[in-house]
């Protein structure tokens, strides 16, 4: 499929190139997980329990199963798979890799009404989630690592635990976040929040959550506080289907998990999003709906690259010299970085600055808004200009900045009414970070020990000497 | 590059980081212009050592009786093949010592390039950077572990510093961008030990 950049630079909305590269997503993992298969075959017999939900979920088709296959529990399953592959593991550490990938077969048989019988393992946290759901049984705590039965079908459901067979609430398993926990006769059906239809707060999931390491997660001090992040996250993303609609369309149909991060040192926004995770977006608390907007455009970008990038890598493969100037960081970068931040930044300053088209503000909050989108366009212009000047492209990496260029443009247009005394101010603090971190006018990074001892011609000007 | 060129490069280096350690250099390099033929050079930088090596090769004509006996050669060699150095010069500058220059001779030879005859991890890794710059032919110096790709068309300096390949260098990218300035990497070796980027004009 020849990809059109347009919808690759904004958002373009859940178009035929979406599908084709969602598609090709899951084709990859289902390959993996057919390879995962295969490397049970040599398995000790108690594994084997589980190979009825991985080969249901690989032998059904269908919508929903794709949607699955891109949910980030499966991404981070499948790379702890490809790491422990040829590994000798114990008993019990096979058992729970296993058992964490039922929730996604059973939250398929839920959806489909199927038949499922197969074994499960509660998570070192006492847990067993349905991915892809808000659901998840609690065990109790000491019941970590145990497997246990599932049995699912069109009207009834069970789990065998410690011998005991406990009904499960299918009407409530399919439906919404339930508000209250549901006992089930010592285990409970709890549930996430949720942050949009289908967009879970996930402050407890193991498998999830064992991925996020850059930052120091965040477990609520109480339900009103994780009811708190969650509503803000909910009016970020409706103030979104109005004011970008492709956008949050492309970004509710990638994001499935929106993790709370701590932000110890009290920046604006903590953030992070994983290449192994796609699909779950890392970020702390703000009370602030349209920054928690631009930080969830911001994570989503970097998830869409790099979705887009398995399909077309956009620049030449071979060119991750970390020797370039980068407006956001001191340190030098890879031109991937410069791709990466330009595309976020860009996608961001389009989104405040229309905000601050349809939207009225306090004065203060106006003008800070203003310099948000202003020093963004002054960024985007340098990290373009970096990639322009010593990147390779691919074809359709060539028509991608040409693309990126023009929306900049846009940005441009969009900032004309600002007072320019502000622009001025950003371009300011832009060529003064230039200035300290890249060599001259060229786009390579200047490290802090530069050494300019070289010889230059004298240059007079009237009146000098 | 000229001798101006040449010159500017040495002078680069002692102004920016070697001091008194590359006096020497230039002083050496001042009593040969004196001896050797006009010709063109080179400057070499190391990925593994920064900014502490460097190699100076020379592209001329026969070296003269004088100038063999000034390199503390019992006879001038013999005519490395047609676009090889003659002499190449390595200087050390944490010991500020000039290495005994290596006089070229017959023993290099020119071949096709094919990724294939690196072996891996290598040959991935060029096979990427060909992909990319593409390679007019391979030097492999016979008993050695040396190797050389002379590139087919030269690559001005930030254009080499993007590359994987380049991965060695990129930590001093700007200083040595402030030092290679127009200069152009004609040739990507391998001493046996670490990577070296070789530019001329």
């Given at each position: 499929m020849r990809l059109e950049e347009r919808g690759w630079v904004l958002g373009g909305g859940l178009c035929a190139q979406w599908a084709w590269v969602h598609r090709e997503r899951v084709r990859q993992a289902l390959a993996e997980l057919r390879g995962a298969i295969k490397g049970l075959s040599r398995a000790p017999a108690g594994a084997r329990d589980f190979l009825p939900g991985l080969n249901y979920f690989l032998s059904r088709s269908g919508p929903r199963r794709d949607q699955l296959a891109a949910h980030p529990a499966l991404d981070?399953?499948?790379h702890l798979e490809s790491r422990?592959?040829?590994a000798r593991l114990s008993d019990a550490d096979r058992r729970l890799h296993l058992g964490l990938f039922q929730g996604l077969a059973a939250a398929l048989a839920l959806a489909r009404r199927d038949g499922l019988k197969t074994a499960g393992a509660v998570d070192p946290d006492g847990r067993f989630f349905f991915y892809g759901t808000p659901h998840y049984l609690s065990f109790p705590r000491e019941s970590a690592g145990e497997a246990f039965a599932l049995e699912l079908g069109a009207r009834k459901g069970s789990v065998t635990w410690k011998g005991r067979r406990l009904a499960l609430p299918l009407k409530a398993l399919r439906g919404p976040a339930l508000k209250a926990p549901l006992p089930l006769g010592g285990v409970a059906l709890e549930s996430l929040r949720e942050a949009a239809p289908g967009i879970v707060v996930d402050d407890a999931g193991w498998l999830v959550l064992h991925g996020v390491t850059m930052h120091g997660r965040r477990r609520f001090a109480s339900a009103s506080?994780?009811?708190r992040f969650a509503a803000v996250l909910s009016r970020a993303l409706s103030d979104m289907a109005e004011r970008a609609p492709g956008l949050h369309a492309e970004l509710t149909d990638l994001t499935r998990v929106l993790v709370p991060l701590e932000n110890p040192q009290g920046h604006g926004s903590v953030s992070s999003s994983y290449v192994n995770l796609r699909g779950a977006i890392c970020l702390s608390h703000a009370e602030d709906p349209l920054l928690q907007a631009e930080t969830?455009?911001?994570?989503f970008c970097h998830m869409k690259m790099n979705q887009l990038l398995s399909v077309d890598p956009v620049l030449l493969p071979g060119q991750g010299g970390q020797a370039f100037y980068s407006p956001w960081r001191a340190d030098a970068r890879r031109l991937r970085g410069l791709l990466l931040g330009a595309h976020a930044f860009l996608n961001v300053g389009l989104y405040i600055g229309?905000?601050?088209?349809?939207?009225?503000y306090g004065e203060e909050q106006e003008i800070e808004l203003m310099v948000n989108v202003a020093r963004r366009a002054e960024q985007v212009e340098t990290a373009l200009r970096g990639l322009s000047l010593y990147g390779s492209f691919t074809e359709f990496g060539r028509r991608f900045m040409l693309r990126m260029w023009r929306e900049l443009a846009a940005l441009r247009q969009a900032t004309l009414w600002y007072p320019p005394a502000l622009l001025e101010e950003q371009r300011a603090a832009a060529l003064e970070h230039r200035r300290r971190h890249a060599l001259a006018d060229t786009g390579l990074h200047k490290a802090a020990d530069f050494v300019d001892a070289v010889r230059r011609a004298p240059f007079l000007t009237p009146g000098e000497r | 590059m000229n001798l101006k060129q040449r010159d500017d490069c040495v002078r680069a280096l002692r102004d920016c980081f070697h001091k008194?350690?590359?006096?020497?250099l230039q002083e050496l390099l001042s009593s040969l212009d004196a001896l050797l033929p006009a010709g063109r050079w080179e400057i070499g930088l190391c990925g593994a050592r920064g900014f502490s090596a460097a190699a100076l090769r020379y592209f001329g004509p026969s070296l003269p009786d004088g100038a063999a006996r000034a390199l503390g050669l019992s006879a001038p060699p013999g005519a490395p093949p047609a676009g090889f150095p003659r002499l190449a010069f390595v200087w050390d500058f944490a010991g500020a010592a000039l290495?005994?220059?290596?006089?070229?001779?017959?023993e290099l030879k020119a071949r096709p390039f094919r990724p294939r005859d690196f072996g891996a991890p290598v040959a991935p890794a060029l096979e990427a950077f060909a992909a990319l710059c593409p390679v007019h032919d391979a030097v492999i110096e016979r008993g050695s572990?040396?190797?050389a790709l002379r590139l087919a068309e030269t690559l001005c300096w930030p254009d080499f510093l993007r590359l994987d390949i380049a991965a060695a260098f990129a930590s001093a990218g700007g200083q040595s961008a402030l030092l290679m300035r127009d200069l152009r990497v004609g040739e990507l070796a391998f001493d046996g030990e670490a990577l070296w980027a070789h530019a001329g004009s």
């Open positions: 981070y399953w499948l422990q592959r040829g506080e994780g009811d969830l455009i911001h994570e229309r905000s601050l088209e349809r939207e009225e | 008194e350690r590359a006096k020497g290495d005994a220059p290596r006089v070229y001779g017959a572990a040396r190797w």
